[in-house]
């Protein structure tokens, strides 16, 4: 059974970082077990909206009001993703939301919130 734990979220200041772990059991981050992995998020009165895109063996892509201050990284050994967010913005205040596609299958952890003050 493939689990997604997320953890990392929290309470930070203008321009501050975080960073967020998505832990996963019951898979493995191989380049033949993985369509993609990410994070989405959703934020007050927002749609759900993809932020970031990993693709074993390709580069990632991020959403346009990211680029340059988020980055996805994960770890195979550990099985965890990341996020690192830095430079944060009161716009990026949300439901952060990892997910892991796996033979056109979704998976998803149950979300962390992260609140950017002003």
């Known amino acids: 059974q493939v689990q997604l734990v997320e953890s990392g979220g929290g309470l930070v200041q203008t321009g501050g970082s975080l960073r967020l772990a998505c832990a996963a059991s019951?898979?493995?981050?191989?380049?033949?077990?993985?369509?993609?992995m990410g994070w989405y998020r959703q934020g007050p009165g927002k749609q759900r909206e993809l932020v970031a895109v990993?693709?074993?063996?390709?580069?990632?892509n991020y959403l346009d009001s990211v680029k340059g201050r988020f980055t996805i990284s994960r770890d195979n050994a550990k099985t965890t993703l990341y996020l690192q967010m830095n430079s944060l913005k009161s716009e990026d205040t949300a439901v952060y939301f990892c997910?892991?596609?796996?033979?056109?299958?979704?998976?998803w952890g149950q979300g962390t919130q992260v609140t950017v003050a002003s």
């Open positions: 997910y892991v596609r796996r033979e056109g299958n979704d998976f």
């Open positions: 019951g898979i493995t981050f191989s380049i033949n077990s993985i369509d993609n």
């Open positions: 990993s693709r074993p063996g390709s580069s990632a």
